[in-house]
């Protein structure tokens, strides 16, 4: 018998689909349930490595975490993952497929669809619940023909769709309503309620445009979600970094992460941002710099082109000033290899460029190779001087997702793999230079590793002459928590009931 399906589509990107579909997995997996997310195309630079080393959506891999399973390349089948000149490439059940232009993509579809419908076929006949996301919005007319992630996932699945509204940025009621009045009859009829999401202020104030909203679309409002700050999911596009942060108070540590066109993975530093007396601020241009006390560069698809814009908006140039004068330099991926002497792309995997100067703050050459490495690892430190004078023994989980291949000159390198996909290894990664100030690794994730993210973070705090008061509070759980606050914030009951699910629950 094939599991129940609900499907969260928005009216826009960023309208809360991702958070919503990630409470409902935790929602139904407390309530007894076996359930799994489900997205069939996903366009994101913020991508994760499954156990069986498949490359899927973060935003997958959190909701999978939030059902208690293991994510899987069927949860995101096809992922799209911007490069330059308005390529992507397109990674087809974990695996890169081609790279493809816009136009080319979309003749790509039929191919594609199949794929889709087994991956999700696959997922019901294994789960009770699978809980479907779509991308962007199902009213953009000009693509609905050839869609495959939104209403046609829906009619082929007869799964009922919760509509979702962000109040936040404004609009809300012609977003809500405009998005059913463009749904054709058959379309529309499969959206059986509508959720209003990131409300600010007194929610009773609302209640008149909740009464609206009924009316007019003739659908219940499931319910009404408020704005919060206070539980860290991981985001699933880079939307989010244009929210402003909430300034941290009594700041003695500034980290500045530099936001590159094409950042990856940016989801890394939010447990940097989450420490007392830390700040964590995304920089995009030089001016904005200042003098942080360490300089993150980030992870990315497209090295080449991202490290020549470092250098066209002068932030290389100041990037490797305040490194002479004493700033901490840390890379995650391809920000690791531009912290090279140079990149060699022989093959053009990546650019035309056979040769690009690094910003060579460390001793390392890469290499772009046309196989991407993608593999969960554990490690430890092996290092004990500069940046992680405090953390040598401490061990460490993350996954790697790079098309390069790196030495190290002085053979040298900080970090050891022990496992690698699930084989045990002695793998060397990374490079720390001769100060111990510019430090470069492929793992993702490093600082959710809370010893490791500590004893970097107090080794900073010394040399400032700081001191660092971390938080040792109880550990809860973000999902948890995200559940807690929608499931009282929507009628559960009803939600169960659109489900077709039978299981009292407290409404």
């Not at 693509?143 to 609009?171: C, H, K, S």
Request: charged share 25%.
């Amino acid at each position: 018998m094939s599991g129940k399906v609900i499907m969260v589509q928005g009216t826009a990107s960023n309208a809360g689909k991702s958070v919503l579909v990630t409470a409902l997995c935790r929602i139904f997996k407390n309530d007894g349930f076996t359930v799994a997310p489900f997205k069939s195309q996903n366009m994101s630079l913020n991508s994760f490595v499954t156990p069986d080393g498949g490359e899927i959506g973060r935003a997958q891999a959190a909701q999978a975490e939030a059902a208690g399973v293991a994510p899987t390349v069927d949860m995101n089948p096809i992922l799209l993952k911007p490069e330059a000149n308005s390529r992507s490439q397109v990674v087809v059940r974990g695996k890169p497929h081609r790279v493809s232009s816009a136009a080319d993509y979309y003749r790509l579809k039929s191919e594609l669809w199949p794929i889709v419908t087994q991956s999700l076929d696959k997922l019901r006949a294994e789960y009770d619940v699978v809980v479907i996301e779509g991308a962007g919005s199902p009213a953009e007319v000009n693509l609905a023909r050839d869609e495959i992630v939104n209403m046609r996932v829906a009619r082929y699945a007869q799964a009922p769709v919760l509509l979702v509204g962000d109040i936040d940025r404004g609009g809300v009621f012609a977003s809500l309503l405009g998005t059913l009045w463009l749904l054709n009859p058959e379309d529309r009829a499969l959206v059986k309620a509508l959720v209003v999401n990131k409300f600010r202020g007194d929610i009773k104030l609302f209640e008149p445009g909740v009464k609206f909203l009924e009316e007019k679309s003739g659908l219940p409002v499931a319910g009404v979600i408020p704005s919060f700050n206070d539980i860290a999911i991981a985001p699933e596009d880079s939307v989010a970094l244009e929210r402003a942060m909430p300034e941290p108070k009594n700041v003695k540590i500034d980290i500045a992460v530099i936001r590159l066109p094409h950042i990856s993975n940016f989801d890394d530093f939010d447990p940097l941002a989450q420490e007392n007396g830390v700040r964590v601020r995304y920089v995009s241009a030089a001016k904005e710099l200042g003098q942080p006390d360490l300089v993150i560069l980030p992870g990315t698809k497209t090295t080449v082109a991202d490290l020549d814009w470092l250098r066209q908006t002068g932030l290389a140039a100041r990037i490797t000033s305040l490194y002479r004068k004493g700033a901490f330099v840390i890379g995650i991926c391809g920000g690791y290899q531009m912290l090279g002497r140079h990149i060699d792309d022989p093959e053009h995997v990546e650019s035309e460029a056979e040769h690009t100067p690094g910003l060579a703050l460390l001793p390392i050459v890469t290499a772009f190779l046309p196989t991407k490495e993608t593999h969960q690892v554990k490690g430890e430190v092996v290092a004990a001087r500069g940046l992680l004078a405090r953390a040598k023994g401490a061990s460490f989980d993350g996954y790697e997702i790079h098309m390069g291949r790196t030495s190290d000159e002085n053979g040298n390198s900080p970090f050891c793999l022990r496992e690698r996909s699930g084989e045990v290894c002695d793998f060397p990664d990374g490079c720390l230079d001769a100060s111990g100030r510019a430090l470069g690794t492929y793992v993702h994730g490093l600082f959710r590793n809370e010893k490791l993210r500590r004893a970097i973070l107090r080794q900073i705090a010394q040399t400032k002459g700081v001191r660092l008061t971390f938080k040792n509070t109880p550990h809860e759980d973000p999902y948890d928590k995200l559940a807690d606050l929608v499931r009282s914030s929507l009628d559960m009951k009803l939600i169960y009931s659109i489900a077709g699910l039978n299981k009292r629950v407290n409404s």
